[in-house]
């Protein structure tokens, strides 16, 4: 049996890192971007994003991705917690993730597209709502940024940043509703080196930092495989170990739970 004070103060960042913040880290193992359009002379935000696509395999690759299954291990730095991981999305937005662990239990999350649901060995089950279910399903897309137009009202350069003693592009990806997203690219490479986000999670909004790295060809794509995702002094490392595209799924993949759906249930008087 666990040390409950142990175990209380692991949750503090559990629920800091929150089930609900998963999903942006999913977001930055496998996110991808692309554009579509003449490559200017003088760089901007569409043309940079088109040449992230174009260095990382090309609109049409990213196309043929249908599904994609991610097996991998996140590290909590400074806590000595190593969680497995498996990942599994589907075009346009269906996802589910879990991650698990013999010190903290299981941590799960998912969408069928409309509910937004979450889970962990701490809370059971949940319902996510309002600004958070709308921030899940639209970071959540799969290869969102190879359609980003469809899911941001804009994006937009903001200058220049050394990232990792590297010369990058800053550029503003901005949702209809809620803070931006911003990325950092390579000017040599074109490849994403850093992302920063804000996440609503239980514990309030928290600034996110992930720096993105080991680009591996899989299916004629250069996806990251190592993400290290920093907030308030917390450090978490995922490490991809195998990425498998267009899987036969079982048809109840992305299917709600049913203690989750007993949620929605109305009380009996």
Known sequence: MLNNN????????LELFGPSALLVIIVLIMGTLAVTGAF????????ILADYVAATGGREAYDRIENRVVEGKLV????GITLSGTIVTAKPNLSYTLF?????GTIEKGTDGSLVWEKNTMSGPQIVEGPMREFTLREGTMDKLAYWNELYSGAELDGSMEVEGRDCHKVLLKPETGEPVTLYFDKETHLALRQDITVETQM???PVE?????YREVDGLLLPYQVSVGNLGQKRVITTASVKHNVDLPADRFAVPA???ALLEPAEE
């Open 6 to 13: 142990k175990t209380n103060k692991r949750f503090g960042w």
């Open 210 to 214: 992930s720096l993105i790295s080991d």
């Open 76 to 79: 909590i730095e400074g806590a």
């Open 259 to 261: 203690d989750v759906l």
């Open 204 to 206: 309030g909004t928290v």
């Open 40 to 47: 200017p002379a003088e760089p901007t935000a569409g043309s």
């Open 100 to 104: 698990q662990s013999d010190a903290i």
